[in-house]
């Protein structure tokens, strides 16, 4: 292949680093929190892998873990939960 | 030097074969295949090392050439017409990503009726899209002018994709002598692709996402920047390769007889050669008229064309395209861009011919050039704008 260089321009360019939280905490529009009972979570990694956001991590030890900065609440996780370890809680209560 | 015969297509595919390009994605069409189907060729024989993608449409040719390119492959295509019209979402995400990128245009009539024969409202369709844009009048300049393209698109200070323009048929399937340069010597001078950003995996990042309004405003007027600073590469790079190569055309415009000239010819494309003949025709009877050849159109060379037609009696300008309901695109920039210079324009005629594929020779162009000098000397102003037509 011809060899490449990537020489910077002045210009602007339409492009956009990842960051977290561009739009700010977007947990706040949550109407509904999921809640997990980790003595039923079986560690199958299937909410981290649905959840729409990628707020979700399953560790080893505490089961699956959720960032409610950015939760919106959409509740697929519960849906996919094969254990049903995740219930779908209204916030304030 | 190789002298090569050429037609117009082989002579794009020569010059893609020289920039050593490293993908090719292109969809046929009439009558730009001929362009492809020799760089397939070169591939299959082992003369250009690239990957050849074929795909179902000309809006998957150019999508398929931006995501070569931004990988970090000098990616290259070629459309007409329809297949041009098809891919024109792609031909503006292209420019506005600001990733060089070279394209030929074999100028193809728009359909409805079918229409093979070429004239320029393909190509002059795309005058909004943020490409350079360029126009060859013989297969030489077809050479050249390809593998110029890639060296004024790649150049930091434009990163805008260029694309090349010419008629079907009149070049691109007729022959002539074509002086191909030495194949090292080309890869020398054009050097390695650059590009302002790849994607190849070691940092993420994300491509035509959500942008405000101010952010998106200052964006495209980085582009109206880099057109502006294109001109002075389009000809910093004319004059290197005439210093390199041999030929040297003038940048933004060529002129013929343009010096001395009291009327001024403009006009873009292969018919630049017929009206060349008949001002030869017209100087033998002691007629000072001289053309101005538009090389590119975007950026439009109006203070280039300023600085010839300032004392000019008059100019026609001759389109082969037309926006209905108004008038030829290239008058209409022409007038337009000289605005910016004076509030005293001469005489300004626009004659509208060759549309559809209509055939215009020397001796039309001689008799309308003369008509409109003949009257003007009585001191009577044609029409300002003129649909020629003609049958047989």
Partial sequence: ???????????????????????????????ERPVVDTSKCTRCFQCEIYCPANVIRVDKEKGAMINYDYCKGCGICANVCPAKAITMVKEGE | MVLKVLTGNYAVAEAVKLARVDVVAAYPITPQTSIVEKLAEYIESGELEAKMIRVESEHSALAAV??????????????????LLYMHEWVHWVSRARIPVVMAIVTRAIGTPWNIWPDHADFLDQRDTGWIMSFAMDNQE?????????????????????????????LGHTSMPVDVPD????????????????????????????????????????????????????????????????RKYGGLIACHRCSDAKYHI?????????????????????????????????????????????NSRAVIVFDRAISYGSMGPLYMDLVAGLTKYTRKLPYMRNIIAGIGGVNITYQDFYKLIKETIDSLEKG?????????HRRG
């Fill in chain 1, 1 to 31: 292949m011809t060899k490449l260089v990537i020489v910077e321009s002045k210009y602007k360019i339409p492009l956009a680093l990842p960051k977290i939280g561009a739009a700010g905490k977007t947990g706040l529009w949550r109407l």
């Fill in chain 2, 66 to 83: 931006f995501g070569a390119a931004i990988a970090g492959a000098r990616a290259f295509t070629a459309t007409s017409s329809q297949g």
């Fill in chain 2, 142 to 170: 077809v050479l050249d002018l390809t593998i110029q393209a890639f060296k004024i698109s790649e150049d930091p200070r434009v990163y805008l994709p260029v694309m090349i323009g010419l008629e079907g048929f009149i």
């Fill in chain 2, 183 to 246: 194949p090292d010597k080309v890869a020398e001078w054009l050097g390695p692709r650059r590009q302002p950003y790849v994607i190849d995996g070691s940092k993420p990042w994300a491509l035509g996402s959500l942008a405000w309004p101010e952010e998106t405003e200052e964006m495209f007027m980085d582009i109206q920047k880099a057109m502006e600073e294109s001109k002075k590469v389009i000809v910093e790079v004319d004059e290197e390769y005439g210093r390199l190569f041999g």
């Fill in chain 2, 266 to 310: 403009v006009s873009m494309g292969a018919w630049s050669g017929d009206i060349i003949e008949s001002i030869e025709l017209l100087r033998n009877e002691g007629y000072p008229v001289g053309l101005i050849r538009i090389r590119y159109v975007r950026p439009f060379p109006d203070k280039e064309i300023y600085g010839i037609v300032s």
């Fill in chain 2, 380 to 388: 009577v102003e044609p029409p300002v704008f003129t649909w020629y």
